[in-house]
T-cell receptor, first 113, second 114 residues
Framework: ETGVTQSPTHLIKTRGQQVTLRCSSQSGHNTVSWYQQALGQGPQFIFQ???????GRGNFPPRFSGLQFPNYSSELNVNALELDDSALYLC????????????FGSGTRLTVV | GENVEQHPSTLSVQEGDSAVIKCTYSDSASNYFPWYKQELGKGPQLIID?????GEKKDQRIAVTLNKTAKHFSLHITETQPEDSAVYFCAWGGNTGTASKLTFGTGTRLQVTL
């Protein structure tokens, strides 16, 4: 059984650029959620995808968008990067939409300069 | 609001002692309370969780207690070991419509010293 894998592990971008982060869900998991974790803070919910549809969204602007593919993998896209977007971006997969039994990946560390 | 207050922010114990971390949540609709351990450079790892119809759950050296009336839940680690050193996050979840999210606490850095 493979876990959740995220790529890339680290990324440096310039303010104003766009970035795409990728996530492969754990085998058999059909729901993917994305979280942003600022340094020294707990993860903050960005959005969730189920059956290729956005299925819930946290307090993040529209420049944060995502996709889920038929194999349940997912992408997080961030446009017009700001310095405050620097954070660890975590992907979590689960068997259901209820938040139960999340398996997190190791995250992508994004630095915006 | 959707806040989770977590205390203490840092905790240092000697190996073999117990550690207790407490969280207070605000939304009475919450029905799921997991605890996560996050080591440096890794994502959070689920260590134990409890549903709202249960007051206490234990798994070897780890236990979680839930007081729904007071909106408190706590993590108890007994016989601590150096490998327990990490940041611990409480969280709560509750189905809101078709999707559910977890709201996380601010974290507790646990240091187990020899």
């Amino acid at each position: 059984e493979t876990g959740v894998t995220q790529s890339p592990t680290h990324l440096i971008k310039t303010r104003g650029q766009q970035v795409t982060l990728r996530c492969s869900s754990q085998s058999g998991h059909n729901t993917v959620s994305w979280y942003q974790q600022a340094l020294g803070q707990g993860p903050q919910f960005i959005f969730q995808y189920y059956r290729e549809e956005e299925n819930g969204r946290g307090n993040f602007p529209p420049r944060f968008s995502g996709l889920q593919f038929p194999n349940y993998s997912s992408e997080l896209n961030v446009n017009a990067l700001e310095l405050d977007d620097s954070a660890l971006y975590l992907c979590a997969s689960s068997l259901s939409q209820g938040g139960y039994g999340y398996t997190f990946g190791s995250g992508t560390r994004l630095t915006v300069v | 609001g959707e806040n989770v207050e977590q205390h203490p922010s840092t905790l240092s114990v000697q190996e073999g002692d117990s550690a207790v971390i407490k969280c207070t949540y605000s939304d009475s609709a919450s029905n799921y309370f997991p605890w996560y351990k996050q080591e440096l450079g890794k994502g959070p790892q689920l260590i134990i969780d409890i549903r709202s119809n249960v007051g206490e759950k234990k798994d070897q050296r780890i236990a979680v207690t839930l007081n729904k009336t007071a909106k408190h839940f706590s993590l108890h680690i007994t016989e601590t070991q150096p490998e327990d050193s990490a940041v611990y996050f409480c969280a709560w979840g509750g189905n809101t419509g078709t999707a559910s999210k977890l709201t996380f606490g601010t974290g507790t850095r646990l240091q187990v010293t020899l």
